[in-house]
């Protein structure tokens, strides 16, 4: 099993936030991380981004939000795992840790998200998790 860590972004930190990428063929599905470090900066009461961690490497990308008309719900706005890093468990470690995180730490009952349709991988790995 893949071991990852989830950090919160900082001062120290979010330049390697920044240079996270998705593969040209993905960058419809999400958007870059800068975009998510601005929103959670302007929704800085509500949101928060962790980087996914391998070690001392960031390999990925989350941003999550309280859902802001009910207490214990929890969305997950932005999630990506860097193109040079998929396809090595990262994507699914690094959920499993979110939601485990959710549950202990946030007091979390339910998780909310959406997702492209077109994109296969991300429903499937949201679907089994």
């Not at 996270?20 to 800068?34: M, S």
């Not at 795992?81 to 995180?101: F, M």
Request: glycine share 6%.
């Amino acid at each position: 099993m893949t071991t990852v860590e989830l950090r919160p972004i900082d001062r120290d930190n979010y330049r390697q936030a920044t240079a996270l990428t998705v593969a040209p063929e993905q960058e419809n599905y999400v958007a870059p991380n800068l975009n998510s470090l601005a929103d959670a900066y302007v929704w800085y009461d509500i949101a928060r981004c962790d980087g996914i961690f391998a070690g001392e490497e960031m390999v990925g990308f989350t941003m999550y939000t309280k859902k802001p008309t009910e207490s214990g719900k929890w969305i997950i706005v932005r999630y990506m795992i860097d193109h040079r890093q998929q396809g090595k468990g990262y994507g699914r470690a690094g959920l499993n840790k979110l939601i485990e995180q959710f549950k202990a730490q946030l007091g979390c009952d339910r998780v909310y998200l959406s997702v492209i349709p077109e994109n296969v991988a991300a429903k499937s790995l949201y679907e089994s998790a």
